[in-house]
């Protein structure tokens, strides 16, 4: 009986995360902008927040990003602050030298970490490298977002998923109607998809052309109409 209870006070401790304030579980980080390049040299200031269970903004974490350069054995580490008066976090990367790198948010909860797309660094005084597409940038912003922790669309990425919505695989809907949920999805409800249980989708606070861009990777490049 007593190794019973020493088990379950071991197991519900493990649960409580980052911090006792916070009753475990899993959290999804939601990057606010992600640079489709970034100039070797200049700082680049990545804000991001962490929600519990991908709703409630969580504060008090010790969040740091790391970026790794691809090509060669170099990192940069920085520690992400509170940024006053919100509940995001912010860390300023400088990356050393041009390619690509692989940047790794560790949430400071519960161990949980999201890797970004590759973010390409360009020398001072290169051309830019050529423009996104929709449809890239919206596979960018599938992972940024933190939507992939939720919803499987093994059209964009393999990590792995919690399965909480609906599988976006394959799946197609009206452009228009698709907009408008993911701008206000606590009031507009896609007809097409059924209800993920007791779990909703948070407003992330998308942009126009964010939007634009996720409606482009979800309906893999195609118009859908209406009807």
């Not at 927040?49 to 010790?62: A, F, W």
């Not at 030298?97 to 560790?106: K, N, S």
């Not at 109607?177 to 998308?206: D, I, Y």
Request: hydrophobic content about 40%.
């Amino acid at each position: 009986m007593r190794k019973s209870i020493l088990l379950l006070v071991f197991l519900v401790t493990a649960g409580l995360g980052a911090t006792s304030r916070h009753l475990g579980g899993w959290a999804v980080v939601t990057v606010d902008d992600l640079p489709d390049y970034v100039v070797v040299g200049q700082p680049v200031r990545l804000s991001f927040v962490v929600r519990q269970h991908g709703m409630r903004p969580l504060d008090g974490l010790r969040p740091r990003v790391e970026a790794k350069a691809r090509s060669v054995d170099i990192s940069v580490n920085a520690l992400a602050v509170h940024d006053t008066g919100t509940v995001r976090y912010v860390a300023t990367l400088n990356l050393s030298r041009p390619g690509e790198w692989t940047v790794t948010i560790q949430s400071g909860f519960g161990g949980q970490a999201t890797t970004l797309p590759p973010l390409r660094a360009v020398e001072q005084g290169a051309a830019p490298p050529r423009a996104l597409s929709e449809l890239e940038r919206g596979r960018r912003l599938f992972i940024a977002k933190g939507c992939f922790t939720c919803h499987v669309n093994t059209e964009v990425t393999l990590a792995p998923s919690l399965r909480i919505g609906p599988e976006l695989t394959g799946r197609r809907y009206p452009a228009e109607q698709l907009a408008k949920f993911l701008a206000h999805p606590e009031s507009v409800r896609l007809t097409q998809v059924p209800r993920a249980g007791p779990f909703t989708m948070p407003n992330l606070g998308l942009k126009e052309r964010e939007i634009a861009s996720l409606v482009t990777m979800i309906n893999g490049g195609r118009e859908v109409s209406a009807r």
